[in-house]
């Protein structure tokens, strides 16, 4: 029997253990502060601008580096992700962020802040696509959706405390205390996850078969399994990937996948920034005071967490694929509707199901299904690959908001917005795969080359049934 060869049937098999909740903790503290250190943004910079430190000009270029950043950061670890390991690559963007936000703390001016906001962002970029896709390799099978929601419920939850200590820190203690406190932060988290494992997926791929083995050992003993409970009838190496270039994105048999990765977190970030980012701007506009815009915002932004908790039950029901395409038809139909609203009731109820759709969508989508896309070699470089795209098109998405709110009103925005849910529901549902319930080593099968599908296929066939 091959090292590599059961390595994924055994990590499915396993039974759900405090193992797997402390890797759940450990990837999302690092990721929690990453998140963070994204939504202080808005209270430092107002706070700079009070104090005369900044200007709107070079708060503009505060947040243009951020985007900046966070897409050379997906680039960047999706390939030293698959070439270096997930845990190297993950310990590494963490240290940048870290000692980045630290030096932000004490930058002299808000030129040198700029400078080390570049920097942070390429850790931030780098954090999401690590985090999601190392999490997917170990989880098993029956339980990797509802994980990647939790993850993801989370994270999400870093805007409010982001937003509370805010309030109560900078106006008393100034901004600075903001980065030392994420800097701070990761870097203790930096080093809880010393005594993370590297993935047995990924050590599998490179030829590191015993290495992978002792560690599925040490988990299993970890989950109260023994090697012999856990052994299962070895499947073929998978072969697909094992190379690792980038262009084997754009071949024949990923170029699917690649497209639907791309459409989704394309997807996800336009309809994110459009309507989460300006609601309160919206409502302004529309004649609400601000004291009713921020009042009807909050009722609003709290469809986040349910939209969470309906993505971890439907997760392992429903399905990634059908559930983005769901979904996506679901929320432009609450768009649809929104501009015809009239009463403040209305309007509030509206826009808490169209933000419970979207953090439905972002629990399916950047979080699940796009780690679950791609082979073991080439998995954070399709992550990355994804984000990347997603994080540049967010950067015009502004521009296209405001010019269609001035032509047509929020009728022009959500155009957009139940546009870009279309496409994305005719795209998917065209040219996505099912991801529920299967093996990693099942969904990479369905990718093979003619030679390789036979023996790939056996191996799904096994894996698949391991977690059946």
């Excluded at 094992?242 to 309809?271: H, K, P, Q």
């Amino acid at each position: 029997m091959h090292a590599d060869a059961s390595i994924g049937a055994r990590l499915d098999r396993l039974p759900l253990s405090g193992f797997h909740w402390r890797l759940l903790g450990l990837i999302a503290a690092g990721m929690y502060f990453d998140s963070f250190d994204i939504y202080i943004a808005g209270t430092v910079l107002a706070a700079m601008i009070h104090s005369g430190e900044s200007t709107l000009s070079q708060n503009a270029m505060f947040v243009s580096v951020t985007f900046i950043g966070m897409m050379t950061g997906a680039w960047l670890s999706g390939w030293l992700g698959d070439r270096f390991g997930r845990r190297f690559c993950y310990q590494f963007n963490l240290g940048i962020y870290g000692f980045a936000s630290i030096a932000g703390a004490l930058a002299p001016s808000i030129d040198w802040l700029i400078f080390f906001r570049l920097v942070m962002g390429i850790g931030m970029g780098a954090e999401i696509v690590v985090g999601y896709g190392t999490l997917s390799e170990f989880i098993p099978a029956s339980w990797r959706g509802r994980f990647g929601t939790v993850l993801n419920l989370i994270i999400n939850t870093s805007l409010f405390l982001s937003t509370f200590l805010g309030w109560l820190i900078v106006p008393q203690y100034g901004w600075r205390w903001m980065f030392a406190i994420a800097g701070c932060g990761a870097l203790f988290v930096w080093f809880l996850r010393k005594s993370m494992p590297e993935s047995p997926r990924w050590l599998a791929e490179h030829g590191r078969g015993e290495e992978a083995l002792r560690i599925v050992e040490r988990i299993e003993t970890e989950c109260g399994t023994t090697p012999a409970q856990a052994a299962t009838p070895a499947p073929a190496p998978i072969a697909a990937g094992s190379e690792g270039r980038m262009a084997d994105l754009f071949s024949r048999r990923l170029l699917a996948r690649t497209i639907t990765a791309v459409v989704v977190l394309v997807a996800l970030f336009v309809v994110n920034y459009a309507f989460v980012s300006w609601i309160p701007t919206f409502l302004v506009k529309q004649g609400h005071s601000v004291s009713s815009s921020l009042g009807l915002t909050a009722v609003m932004f709290a469809g986040g967490p349910v939209g969470s908790l309906v993505a971890f039950f439907l997760a392992e029901r429903l399905g990634r694929k059908w559930g983005i395409v769901l979904f996506s038809l679901v929320c432009a139909g609450f768009g649809v509707a929104y501009p015809f609203a009239q009463s403040a009731t209305a309007i509030a109820a509206l826009g808490f199901a169209i933000t419970a759709c979207i953090y439905v969508l972002s629990s399916f989508s950047v979080a699940t299904y796009v780690p679950e896309l791609f082979p073991t070699g080439l998995r954070l470089r399709g992550s990355g690959l994804a984000n990347t795209v997603g994080r540049g098109v967010s950067i015009f998405v502004p521009f296209a908001v405001a010019g269609a709110f001035t032509r047509f009103g929020i009728a022009g925005v959500l155009t957009l917005i139940v546009g870009t849910l279309l496409a994305q529901a005719l795209i998917v549902g065209l040219l996505g795969t099912e991801t529920r319930r299967r093996s990693l080593e099942s969904i990479a099968a369905d990718i093979a080359g003619t030679d390789g599908a036979q023996k790939e296929g056996g191996a799904g066939d096994a894996a698949a049934a391991v977690v059946e």
